[in-house]
């Protein structure tokens, strides 16, 4: 599971990128100075990222006005994320972790929720309170010297899907990765739970945040899945309700089923190629009426 080579041809190194999101804005900095900072970071990010991603210019990412979170990938990179916040009129918002990319050769996964950013930018005041990181595996989107190298797994060769600390993890999820998988590379859950700097991530942001439920898009099997204590969706947009599964080490596993936080997985039909942008305007629109309808306020 040896750790995967980036491009050479790269824009920004790692290296690079990673001194940009070093460049932590000091108390004492001016607020033009802190501006600057983040303003390179951001830059620096969407120059690495972009060339990979269908259908998000390096503009559609820079305006996203994403932060780094203070997590990072294996090999460095800052896990970029955004907080909105809900109307400062309700009581108490529902929270969303709207999560792409933990599948690195899924771009579409990321991509899509670069598009729903851009609609709740222009939207103003949220209904919820969202929390979106839509490139959790950058590693994984930016691994090969080609852009259609990119791979499933995080740099060393684990599938962060396979990664969070479900009961009986060291049994089931090594076992059924050998038996049930033939040991697929690409399924590779680590050596122990939450070994990677991604998914532990993703667990402490879940501990810290408190969603009331986790939207996490994939591609590309073209459905809707959901784990945990909510009503299932019939549909958003062309995309129909069908359970996938439930894995060791998944986070729908870990999060639904043990934590009670539902998780709704969208699976897009394409992991290269786009919906057209009707079919990404009704997944947004039904997605968040069935947060509306069916996801209770969790009493924290």
Known sequence: MGAMLLASASLFSFSECVQAENVTPSPTAT???????SS?????WCKLITPRLPKVSFNDCRLSKLNPSGGK???GLPLMSRD?????????ATRVLLIGGIHGDEKTATAVV???LETMQKTGVQEFHWKVVPLVNPDGLLAGSQSNKATRVNARGVDLNRNFPTPNWEKEALQYWQVKTKSDPRRYPGKAPISEPESKWIFNTIKSFKPDVIISVHAPFGVL???GPAEPPTRFGRLHFNRVGVYPGSLGNYSGMHQEIPVLTIELPHALNMPN?????RIWQDMQGWIRNNVAVRSK
Not at 40 to 44: E, H
Not at 277 to 281: G, H, M, V
Request: charged share 30%; hydrophobic share 45%; net charge positive.
């Open 225 to 227: 899945d959901l784990d």
């Open 277 to 281: 942008p009707t079919e990404i305007a």
């Open 31 to 37: 607020p033009a100075a802190n501006a600057t900072a």
């Open 114 to 116: 670069f598009k729903w």
């Open 84 to 92: 909105f916040a809900a109307d400062p009129r309700a009581k108490r």
């Open 40 to 44: 390179k970071a951001i830059n620096d």
């Open 73 to 75: 990938s294996f090999k």
